[in-house]
T-cell receptor
Framework: GENVEQHPSTLSVQEGDSAVIKCTYS??????FPWYKQELGKRPQLIID?????GEKKDQRIAVTLNKTAKHFSLHITETQPEDSAVYFC???????????FGTGTRLLVSP | EAGVTQSPTHLIKTRGQQATLRCSPI?????VYWYQQALGLGLQFLLW???????NRGNFPPRFSGRQFPNYSSELNVNALELEDSALYLC??????????FGNGTRLTVT
């Protein structure tokens, strides 16, 4: 079955710096790749997603890139702010929104 | 609109007991998913219900079961609780062609 690896497990940056989180997936049939943000004690919330027919997608300070050949995708956060501090999860699925397989999460800490 | 609601917020059980967790999806959503989030691990897929039927299940033993009611709410049952079942259980709902929306979860502690 699908396996998603996520790195790094923790990431500390200074406010204003960029942050990059990387994920690799094993099943080449996967076609949907969302990213979720989970603040402490809160529910995971979708922040951005990308489908396999697109190489890059951007939403303000957040962007996701996908390399289907290498089977990896990355989350890029520019001009980080303290409120970006949270755990970020990547996920992959070959059945659209069904049966998402999640990475183990990256704890991002943005220091003022 | 109201989000996905889960109850109870916290649940403490002893080993061997049964736990029942409940989830109400966003109005209009027909699919409900259950995920287990153990400490230090990602979200592990448990079950997917749609239109009242179990559509798929993850790699969990049969003592994890559930159902979806006619109003699309769902229940997750965990029988013969083990210490390692302690985790945050997240419910999510969606329409078939839309992203998942998560609830705040039920924190299950098995002692």
């Amino acid at each position: 079955g699908e396996n998603v690896e996520q790195h790094p497990s923790t990431l500390s940056v200074q406010e204003g710096d960029s942050a990059v989180i990387k994920c690799t997936y094993s099943d080449s049939a996967s076609n949907y790749f969302p990213w979720y943000k989970q603040e402490l004690g809160k529910r995971p919330q979708l922040i951005i997603d990308i489908r396999s027919n697109v190489g890059e997608k951007k939403d303000q300070r957040i962007a996701v890139t996908l390399n289907k050949t290498a089977k990896h995708f990355s989350l890029h956060i520019t001009e980080t702010q303290p409120e970006d501090s949270a755990v970020y999860f990547c996920a992959a699925s070959k059945e659209g929104f069904q049966k998402l397989v999640f990475g183990t999460g990256t704890r991002l800490l943005v220091s003022p | 609109e109201a989000g996905v609601t889960q109850s109870p917020t916290h649940l403490i059980k002893t080993r061997g007991q049964q736990a029942t967790l409940r989830c109400s999806p966003i109005s209009g959503h027909t699919s409900v998913y259950w995920y287990q989030q153990a400490l230090g691990l990602g979200l592990q897929f448990l079950l997917w219900y749609d239109e009242g039927e179990e559509r798929n299940r993850g790699n969990f033993p049969p003592r994890f079961s559930g159902r979806q009611f006619p109003n699309y709410s769902s229940e997750l049952n965990v029988n013969a609780l083990e210490l390692e079942d302690s985790a945050l259980y997240l419910c999510a709902s969606s329409l078939l062609k839309s992203p998942l929306h998560f609830g705040n979860g039920t924190r299950l502690t098995v002692t």
